[in-house]
Nanobody, 123 residues
Framework: VQLQASGGGLVQAGGSLRLSCAAS????????MGWFRQAPGKEREFVAY????????YCADSVKGRFTISRDNAKNTVYLQMNSLKPEDTAVYYC?????????????????WGQGTQVTVSS
């Protein structure tokens, strides 16, 4: 499975970005997807999860109400819509996939990873 994340960039606080993660190599609808982020000097942090068919979604408390995860299985793509961005959202954002469909906030549970896309929020 290959995952390619895109959509990062520089945005002012209060702005929005939409990240995309395109998958190839296996049937996209066979695995659950997640987004994680990692800021300099910090551990990788769970951001959001979506089940195989998009029925179950979950966002971390730190982004709840501001970020939305979604997927389009016909396009083999998962999205992270980020609104009301804050400087503390600055990080490299990674998409990840796993075969098990259960919710997991632990990055070790994920089997495949994209290369990351930088999001920088200026104050």
């Amino acid at each position: 499975v290959q995952l390619q994340a895109s959509g990062g960039g520089l945005v002012q606080a209060g702005g929005s970005l939409r990240l995309s993660c395109a998958a190839s190599g296996r049937t996209f609808s066979s695995y659950a997807m997640g987004w994680f982020r990692q800021a300099p000097g910090k551990e990788r942090e769970f951001v959001a999860y979506i089940s195989r068919r998009g029925v179950n979604i979950y966002c971390a408390d730190s982004v709840k109400g501001r970020f939305t995860i979604s997927r389009d299985n016909a396009k083999n793509t998962v999205y992270l819509q980020m609104n009301s961005l804050k400087p503390e959202d600055t990080a490299v954002y990674y998409c990840a996939g796993k075969f098990a469909n259960n919710l997991s906030r632990d990055y070790v549970s994920y089997d495949w990873w994209g290369q990351g896309t930088q999001v920088t929020v200026s104050s």
